[in-house]
């Protein structure tokens, strides 16, 4: 049975439908049909040709939740679960890390693979279904399956989205520890995730400075004590209000979210002596910023760490987490619209424009 799927053939062009063949299924794949993938503000950034290495066209949608059609000889998941068809399972979009190179055996950072692949980013659409945005997706063998087990719902799963991970996975490299006050930079999924998790780390008190004023509040209900709208207020403001806030230092944690350049300096500035500053926002290239390395980094005794992309046990954790504390984590909520495959131009345009916090794509509803 032919496949449609949404393609981004070219930075700036339209999307088009396309129909793909019927993938033969090797031992150890799995097909699933999509019942919904994410467009991340990734997928904007991809349109407009921000990250290197991209094979167009390709089929878009990193992060997907499907059910099983046809599995060959893979019956548990990549915890042990159980498997079989009519199976609702989510997966890791990162895969082919080697396990042989230095970053992945002397570094252990197999993030930075070489030979890293990723579903809806790296693979072509002339390799077949290899993203979302396709009615059906094929899982190759090896791809690190988790099957959805109880308490862990669909619109959960795919309303956090990739930004559930990545928030995760910011939180996890501050190491925020019990006490702490955690400002957040950036109110899209990736800082609403931050944000709810800095506050189950134990943090004291969540600080977020974003927009549009949709997206802050929806923070409240993921635990931001207190919050700044971007566009009503001046960086001289935020920042007094801050100091005020922390005895005039500043905050132990600041996490970059926002995916802009002007965000830098102002985190570097807000976060306390000592303090740790990471940045998670600036997956694609979006440009260059000065700060003065005197003053904001080396005096400052800063700990500054980038985030790049996710690892198994990030995927893992956060559902386990997700999973445990549905109320504090209300991701459905965070769903603004769903499209069907011919109105994926639409929903990008909808995510550039910040109409939508969490567009997805539902193939075959
Ligand atoms: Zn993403
Ligand atoms: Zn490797």
């Known amino acids: ?3 449609r799927a949404a393609v981004m053939t070219a930075p700036g062009a339209p999307l088009e439908i ?5 993938p033969d299924i090797e031992p150890g794949g799995v097909l699933l049909e999509t019942i919904a993938s994410e467009v991340c503000g990734t997928d904007v950034h991809l349109h407009h040709g921000r990250l290197a290495g991209v094979p167009y066209p390709i089929v878009p949608g990193h992060v997907s939740v499907g059910r099983i059609v046809e599995v060959r000889g893979v019956e548990r998941d990549a915890l042990g679960e ?3 068809a009519g199976d609702v399972v989510t997966f890791l979009d990162v895969h ?3 396990n042989a190179c230095y970053h992945c055996l002397v570094a252990r950072q197999p993030n930075r693979c070489p030979s890293r692949k990723v579903y809806g980013i790296t693979y072509s659409a002339n390799e077949g279904p290899l993203g979302g945005w396709s009615e ?5 063998p090896g791809v690190r399956i988790l099957k959805l087990t109880e308490g862990l719902d669909v619109d959960d799963v795919i309303g956090g989205g990739c930004g559930l991970f990545t928030g995760f996975a910011a939180v996890d490299r501050a190491g925020v520890r019990l006490g702490d006050t955690v400002l ?3 109110a899209g999924p990736v800082g609403l995730a931050a944000a709810a998790f800095a506050g189950l780390a134990g943090a004291s008190r969540v600080l977020m400075i974003g927009a549009p004023e949709a997206r802050l509040v929806l923070s409240e209900r993921l635990g931001v004590d207190q919050r ?3 566009d009503a207020t001046s960086e001289e403001e935020r920042a007094a209000a801050v100091r005020e806030l922390t005895g005039g230092r500043g905050a132990d944690v600041v996490i970059e979210a926002a995916g802009s350049p002007s965000a830098i300096g102002e985190g570097l500035r807000l976060a306390r002596d000592g303090g740790t500053y990471v940045v998670a926002g600036h997956y694609t290239d979006v440009g260059e910023v000065a700060f003065n390395p005197h003053t904001e980094l080396n005096r400052k005794h800063l700990d500054v760490r980038g985030q790049w992309g996710t690892d198994f046990h990030h995927l893992v954790r956060a559902l386990r987490v997700l999973a445990r504390h549905r109320e504090r984590l209300p991701f459905r909520d ?8 011919e109105d994926a131009n639409q929903a990008l345009a909808d995510v550039e424009a910040l109409r939508v916090t969490k567009a997805v794509i539902a193939p075959t509803r």
């Open 184 to 186: 957040v930079q950036g």
């Open 18 to 22: 396309r129909t793909l063949d019927d």
């Open 96 to 98: 082919e890390v080697c």
């Open 82 to 84: 159980p498997l079989a």
């Open 228 to 230: 700044w709208d971007l």
């Open 1 to 3: 049975m032919p496949i």
């Open 136 to 140: 059906r997706i094929y899982l190759k």
């Open 334 to 341: 965070v769903i603004g619209a769903r499209y069907a495959l």
